[in-house]
């Protein structure tokens, strides 16, 4: 397995963040891990390094130094359009322009399934389907996205577009057995993006083996990456909680409570 020297993890007090961070720590001699929240004290080849992705020139500094960025930060849920605007789009512009000034050549970029939740759950989707962001959060992921490929195409900058499902430790609801990811198959992803000797800018759907499947990645077979866990573990895990309603659209829809809700402010 490759070792790149320093590996930034952006978002590192996270959900995700807390669950890869001792399976990451193998790809890196340092593992650089930063937050606005508390991160407790650095491990063994670790360095904490706190960072508001507002504050650019703070975002630069973060960035020097650094290989590779897994870049897990932001505001992972729905919000304000402001709020959304400043964290997760104009500090994705950030860091990405850090990058390219830093000479840092390959980020995985943490993109959402909500980017696609306005597809039916019925339609199976590829890293070619077309973009149906269900809110706010959706559009700034699909916004991430974008930039990514500009500074691949313009700048040679390579990024991982992992459109995130649900990883969890374990599915929440029904909806996350078809979504869920496990810390595992995420671990091993980032592997593969790190391993690869061309990675390029590709989409990838951030979802493990489950049985109910929306999501379709051949066309990213060159990767080698394949899911070796499965939601399956948990079946029975919602047999007491009441059958869903088809005509509910947080059922009809791929991005659920996402795309059922009305307007953040109102």
């Known amino acids: 397995?490759?070792?790149v020297n320093r590996l930034l993890v952006t978002g590192a007090a996270g959900t995700i963040g807390?669950?890869?961070?001792?399976?990451?720590?193998?790809?890196?001699?340092?593992?650089?891990?930063?937050?606005?929240?508390?991160?407790?004290?650095a491990r063994p080849g670790e360095e904490i390094m706190p960072c508001d992705l507002t504050d650019a020139d703070a975002v630069h500094k973060l960035v020097s130094g650094c290989d590779a960025i897994l870049h897990f930060g932001g505001i992972s849920t729905e919000n304000r359009a402001d709020l959304i605007h400043k964290v997760n789009i104009e500090g994705t512009y950030s860091l990405y322009e850090a990058a390219r000034k830093e000479g840092v050549k390959r980020i995985l970029f943490a993109s959402s399934n909500h980017v696609i939740g306005f597809h039916k759950r019925e339609t199976r989707l590829t890293a070619s389907?077309?973009?149906?962001?269900?809110?706010?959060?959706?559009?700034?992921?699909?916004?991430?996205?974008?930039?990514?490929?500009?500074?691949?195409?313009k700048y040679g900058i390579e990024t991982l577009i992992v459109r995130i499902g649900s990883c969890f430790p374990a599915p929440k609801d029904r909806r996350m057995m078809a979504t869920w990811m496990s810390a595992g198959d995420m671990v091993r992803l980032i592997g593969r993006m790190i391993d690869t000797p061309r990675l390029g800018c590709p989409i990838v759907y951030g979802v493990s083996d489950n049985a109910e499947s929306w999501w379709d990645n051949s066309e990213t077979?060159?990767?080698?990456?394949?899911?070796?866990?499965?939601?399956?573990?948990?079946?029975?895990l919602f047999d007491d909680v009441p059958q869903e309603d088809p005509t509910d659209p947080a059922v009809i829809w791929q991005g659920g409570m996402f795309a059922k809700a009305g307007h953040?402010?109102?």
């Open 129 to 153: 389907s077309p973009i149906r962001p269900d809110g706010n959060y959706g559009v700034s992921k699909a916004y991430g996205e974008a930039l990514a490929r500009l500074y691949w195409d």
């Open 18 to 41: 807390g669950l890869i961070r001792d399976g990451v720590s193998e790809f890196a001699e340092i593992l650089r891990l930063s937050d606005i929240a508390d991160l407790g004290e």
């Open 221 to 236: 077979d060159y990767l080698g990456w394949r899911p070796q866990d499965s939601s399956a573990q948990f079946a029975g």
């Open 1 to 3: 397995m490759k070792k």
């Open 264 to 266: 953040f402010d109102d």
